[in-house]
């Protein structure tokens, strides 16, 4: 019976964790590996590709393959639902739109977006609420070159998170993490005092290097945050 990739790849996580192979060690190369394990090449291409990819080993061209000397573990995130994550935490959700305009795009905002100079899009104001009080404030541009089905659409009943996540597939996202003071408007809208700390995250996504949306979210008083890897 061949040897396949999951072996190669756990045969060589033992050899990690066990010190044989030390952090900062260099790699055997593919065909000298493939030989030792009676495998093909591909096989063993294909072992150390996820080992590279869960952060164990880093492999540079012409420089070739180590063990990281502090390995890298990557948090997969989910699009949140926001109704859907207040109904999980038992409460009772509502949406409601605020604002729904199209406009060209400002300049801070065509540089984040890497936009062109005529460039419109659709800025949305929404709010999300648990058992009646408020838990996201929601600011959004859609970039309408991309996506100009969303100017005709109604935006009353439905987020434009939730409409998005169906309607357009993403190959890229970033998200960034901010302790932010309420200003006077976020107050409002959180019914928290002015200067109050708060947990804000941007998110930007991205379809074959085309930026979809932007879109900053801000959360009420006390909002947890919790991820696993």
């Known amino acids: 019976m061949s040897v396949t990739y999951r072996e190669v790849k756990a045969d060589i996580l033992r050899q990690i964790t ?11 190369n593919e065909v000298d590996l493939a030989a030792s394990y009676g495998c093909s090449r591909a096989t063993v291409n294909r072992a150390m590709r996820e080992l590279a990819e869960d952060g164990i ?24 639902i926001v109704g859907q994550e207040i109904e999980d935490l038992g409460a009772a959700y509502r949406y409601a739109l605020v604002q729904c305009k199209a406009e060209p795009a400002p300049n801070w905002l065509r540089a984040r977006m890497a936009l062109k100079h005529d460039d419109r ?41 939730e409409w998005l996540v169906s309607t357009v597939p993403f190959t890229d996202a970033q998200i960034s993490f901010h302790a932010v003071a309420a200003n006077a408007a976020i107050s409002d809208y959180l019914e928290c ?20 949306t932007f879109v900053q979210l801000t959360y009420r008083r006390g909002h947890r945050v919790t991820m696993q890897y």
């Not at 066990?18 to 055997?28: I, N, V, Y």
């Not at 659709?122 to 600011?139: F, I, K, N, S, V």
């Open 57 to 80: 080993i880093e492999r540079r061209r012409k420089a070739g393959t180590r063990v990281r000397r502090n390995p890298i573990r990557h948090v997969r995130m989910n699009i949140p």
């Open 121 to 161: 899009v659709l800025h949305l104001t929404c709010m999300h609420y648990a058992d009646g009080a408020p838990y996201q404030h929601e600011d959004r541009w859609i970039n309408l070159s991309a996506l100009p089905e969303a100017e005709q659409t109604d935006f009353t009943n439905v987020g434009p998170n």
């Open 193 to 212: 005092t002015e200067g109050d700390a708060l947990f804000q995250t941007e998110r930007m996504t991205w379809l074959e290097g085309r930026t979809i």
């Open 18 to 28: 066990r010190g044989e192979l030390s952090p900062g060690s260099a790699m055997p």
